[in-house]
């Protein structure tokens, strides 16, 4: 089992930044992939940055050079720094992690980019 807990979500105006945290409740190198998807309201939920053992980053393309996704292993966190906020990047934010062909979700944390 793998519990993750999310944190950093909240309100912001478009330009701004953000830093979701994950922690995990194992080690994270004994996790394949690690990361972070969105679901906005009425929309599939959608990756947004993941690393894969090794260390391999991948993004969506709608927030490539705005979002950096990291980890520190010995914390067992994962970080995604979000900057340049759009209206569009409004959504509930999830920490997501496969671990031995098993996926975990976490509960979630609502970012909301708006005037």
């Known amino acids: 089992q793998v519990q993750l807990t999310e944190s950093g979500g909240g309100l912001v105006q478009p330009g701004g930044s953000l830093r979701l945290s994950c922690v995990a409740s194992?080690?994270?190198?004994?996790?394949?992939?690690v990361g972070w998807y969105r679901q906005a309201p009425g929309k599939q939920r959608e990756l947004v940055a993941t690393?894969?053992?090794?260390?391999?980053?991948n993004y969506a393309d709608s927030v490539k050079g705005r979002f950096a996704i990291s980890r520190d292993n010995a914390k067992a966190t994962v970080w995604l720094q979000m900057n340049s906020l759009k209206s569009e990047d409004t959504a509930v934010y999830y920490c997501?992690?496969?671990?031995?062909?098993?996926?975990?979700w976490g509960q979630g944390t609502q970012v909301t980019v708006s005037s």
């Open positions: 690393i894969t053992r090794p260390s391999i980053n």
């Open positions: 194992v080690i994270i190198e004994s996790i394949d992939t």
């Open positions: 997501y992690a496969r671990r031995r062909s098993r996926p975990y």
